[in-house]
């Protein structure tokens, strides 16, 4: 269950508007890496989590912050477009400066949302479920998480160089810092887990079973060699259990592969080539 | 530039048909850490590599030898679906075996791809552009890999433990060896980049532009203080930089977020109980 | 800013796993009027709200009360699918039962979910962004609130029907009612605004810039004149404005379209019948 | 059983190209709100109209009109992207206000659609099937259509604010009246319908299944009281069946929620912290 | 404009219900070659049609047929779901028949759609804008069309065979049987403008500016040389214009490419290596 | 299995940075009739074929060499993106060239890809699985790969319209001639079919079984018989089986659909006229 609170986490405030930021500042609400995203990620992860009381724990406290995130966001969206030029269509032919904002602006930011914030992408593509992922793998997930924190963090850190407003700046500053203890948070995370399980997700797979005369081999499918100088392929692996191995002309061990004809009755093309063997 | 050979790199022969594991299958095929995912993650970081050209030939080795992992798999799944029974509507209501196969097999095999693995995931959605990222920042992006690798590898080693076919069994224990390799192998090019840049992304940022005062703490959203006993509640931060601390009360520091009336020519719901100021 | 509390808002047990209802279930979770839909559709409404701080508390108070109704969800999905038979592909065949379930299962929530729930609807599509609306016009949105709340119970109601599980049908009537409440508060919210606004939205638009002669009429388009019958094809308008009118034989006011050649360089199609004139 | 008419039910005529106003406009067309959406509504759920012709008469009225909204659109559209600058880039660079028109097209007009519309919305989202929605229960469904004129009123009004152009301002004028008597059509189907069936849908669940106790209350999860004085709080319900009622503070009924872990075959984290009880 | 008669333009009445084939037949409806999308293609098509009356009142003819053959289609599965077992939940478990009917039907066409059509395919995907295509090239157009009647008649004639119900089966031959003339009439439109412009679409742009030189190869990247004894490797080519040439060993004619670094202040990781020359 | 070449096939290198031709050049990256669709679709098409290995060759000798433009394409946006101006928000209201070029960029070429390309079209649209087809039937399939290398074809021709860039036009001019070859290829490989199959796809499918009486007409069900006069509406029909037809005024064959009332436990509104009869 959840409380809401009225005062914003932090303040979102812009020393002015500005369209053209607010349209770029939609990737941070409803990007792949948004706080949208880390937002149902982190909720989903914890309304997961079977046993592991104190992972669960972590995962609410963090995904209830993102919740004010998104709403610190749509605050900050709001005013950027305070007294956005949506209707002097015909000076803006004569001031191009109005003109490049009202070509530069989110259409919907005015049509469909009358100048609130929309649950998008800075190109206006919708968010979507299928960014983010509960595995039930506490370790997959976690590493799901560290992703999406350093990616998001170079997004606000990429969305600060872009505005000189102080106000607009301030809000980075402090979502860049929460996003720097979320990277060192979930790295922590990591760190603990993989003392316990090892490097490998999962850990519990029996390695007998998978073909371990392939699990430690780079592959060399692009020519040149200059990937074999890497940590990656000689020496001990950082799981601690192979070496690694470099594979300077990789060769295929599958046969052809030559399918069986169709049946009739889904009327694909006959093989008119005597081709088919099994 | 690319070059095709014939034979697969692994061999893809199932014991026999098996119509509701070619949908599950397809996971590994169109999912969101499907093999279309790697592959197109892989190239288009390494396409976007600026300089760098050991981890730029890294990237292209590993996407290279993905596509034919999106080819063994395609044959898999096309080999599965010999002989589904698609059209024998009515000797399926006598026969519950057959009813359950052909109530839960994926329609468009039969209907949309004559019996051919589809560009989309178990459920039947289409793989998306939006499942992948390429950020020009290598630290981000080879933690979004070995994300990838390990979610991949648990929906591979689910998919095992689900099919008793051998020939199944042996194709999926080659690409659980794979997913190892490329976890031991991401793992190694992180540490090699942590050792250079440190542990947050993107490293180039002045920490003094973020907000440091909230950069090492937890606040305690979620009622319950399970997750203070974690290591990143507390003792120094693996950035090194910091002391992790523990916010058991955390309050809001920004005001009620009060926004302005939008222009009249928006036709918004005009404010009627004067709370506007700024 | 929001806080967890770890209690239900309400309970979410049920009394036996039963893994093809909870794909089900997820209708009401990421669906196109799931529960995902109403959260992140009052938040952002309230987030817009510019003036107008009791609607704007109203559409906080239940925006926040859905992230809760999500949690109840997705944690009677978990409990669903707790004992899903995942990997006994071989006595399948011969319990029709057993097979029945795991043929009918949503098989991401096994491969990619861990048992878990998804942000997805009850055939394995995302949640999208593009499902909700806030257009800063409150009359119009609190109609979508209106609309949500009436297909969402409709939906509860008929998941109720397809049950016998007494701890998820339990739930569900709570939901129902819930669901009621904000239909009845929602109707009301509409009554308070259309008394000072009007039945039209946006009702701040002069309604002589509007082509009122066709403001009233009912255009009979499709043969038959059963429509005429109904209160809005004759009478005085709702509106209070104007007198509905039926129109029993619709002609064109328009001209024929006729467009003008592209210009040479797109390398459209040229007219060869020298039909443009303008 | 469909025919068309060459000529436009209303003229779309503009006096000048415009190809950043044709952008806009395709909200009306390939939005959630657009033509494309209201007119595929009401023909799924005049097709699915079960018995009740004047319903399903009236549907397919309206339902058919809009097909010629969408032809009036598109074919403004078209008119709208004659003569657009495609190919002048270099001019461009010296002529800001060609700069800005060519910058802020939509590029798939020209590089796609020759000049023609598109199928999408005012930012490029293609139109979607779930932005509809037929669900068998007339008054969930008219709820839908009186929501969508209203959204789509809003929209049009919007436009018609951008525009100087006298052909256009028109046009719209046209639609925006047929909004208007489309609000006014659904609310007049909608009183008919609630005279029979009450408030809530749906009318034919027994009230006594769903949990009463909670059917009238508003929870007030967010902090502060100001929705505590709407008519929603106080008083008799609309539905004339109970008595609203504002809980000031609401507490959690259900318990804190404790997951059973995995099945082993899963390979989810196993329980660390044996919390699991049941 | 667009007029409705009452009367289906072919029958779509179904010998008695089957709820699994009534999920499989969306695939004409909402799927990528469903009805939906030829519906929608040609409309936009002629709409866009700039000059050239004969072939926009062709489009507009069959755009205009296809509305109502989505209408023919949403009836039938309307008919298809009648009866639908949707709430016997228990009696399931004991009948496997039902079992597998229940397990197997789309569950939104009971608890979204109340028994009626979803505007998606066969899987649930929504239908999508973007299957369509309206490029003002004539030529090219007609060959999207050419391509979706012959996807839509394959996928229509596997849906004939997977039935034993007469009814259906009856609408299906009808279908097949339009698909069938509109293939004919694709091809023969096709002619027409082949025989005018040419076989390569765009027809205008000057040959010379293409790099002539590698217009009529056939590059052999995939090992083995098959496809060396196809028409399409040797001799005059279709166009009129060139030699079809086979090359056995493509080699590359551009240089191995070396990105620039990126500003700084986009944060991404800068070359280590020294490798940037331009 | 899958080999990478570091060169280039093709050059591709601008003579200078253009930031908004590199958005709309992506739409032959991610569009629908880009090259990740061609690729993808050849790709699938080859793993699918059974039998025929002379198709199955053709299949992947194109699909590989596909890949490649991929990378060509993905090479050249990265160049057009060099030194973009991503930081000088406020220079940029005094200059409006730069003011252009900066709201006319595609935001997510900095913010998200760090100046790489994105796997997505000119409006930012994420690639979708469903932009292909792969249906086991090659005349079905060739005719959608021609349709794509036409549209394909002509989007390039547009964009070299669109530029003055010598390196751009260069690369495009390559690209142009490769679609010129595809298309005189699949018009081969369509031809060679066509005279072994005939026209009609399928060509499996007996005739008798479909309604042969409606299998040569064209309606007239747009007003006006300009379309009476061409090929497809009298003499001898293409497929040489039939005779072609036109028919003025078509009359509806099929009943008024009356759909039967839905199970009670649906939901649904009743019927209130009793007119189902069946």
């Known amino acids: 269950m959840f409380r809401h609170i009225k005062e914003l986490q932090f303040e979102a405030m812009p020393e002015r508007p500005d369209p053209l930021f607010a349209k770029k500042l939609q990737e941070l609400i409803g990007g792949q890496y948004g706080e949208m995203s880390v937002m149902m990620q982190y909720l989903f992860q914890g309304w997961a989590v079977r046993g592991n009381q104190k992972y669960k724990d972590l995962l609410l406290d963090i ?40 070509g530069g602006m989110n259409p919907q930011h005015a ?22 992922v509960s595995s039930g793998n506490l370790l997959a997930d976690f590493r799901a998480n560290l992703n999406a924190e350093s990616q998001g963090r170079l997004q606000a850190v990429r969305l600060y160089e872009m505005t000189n407003d102080r106000g607009v700046k301030d809000m980075l500053s402090v979502l860049i810092a929460r996003d720097a203890y979320h990277q060192n948070q979930w790295a922590a995370a990591i760190a603990e887990l993989e003392e316990q399980e090892g490097l490998l997700v999962p850990s519990t797979f029996p390695r007998e079973k998978e073909r371990l005369d392939v699990s430690y081999k780079l592959y060399n499918f692009s020519e040149g060699e200059e990937s074999s100088t890497g940590r990656w392929a000689q020496g001990p692996a950082l799981d601690g259990q192979g070496e690694y191995e470099y594979v300077s002309e990789p060769v295929p061990e599958g046969e052809k592969p030559v399918l069986k004809p169709a049946p009739s009755n889904l009327h694909n093309t006959l093989p008119m080539d005597g081709t088919f063997r099994r």
């Open 63 to 102: 995904g209830t912050e993102e919740i004010g995130h998104v709403e610190m966001l749509a605050t900050m969206v709001a005013r950027l477009l305070d007294d956005a030029p949506v209707n002097i269509q015909e000076e803006a032919a004569q001031d191009p400066v109005v003109g490049a904002v009202m």
């Open 111 to 132: 049509i469909v949302a009358g100048l609130g914030a929309r649950p998008s992408d800075s190109v206006g593509n919708p968010w979507m479920g299928n960014y983010i």
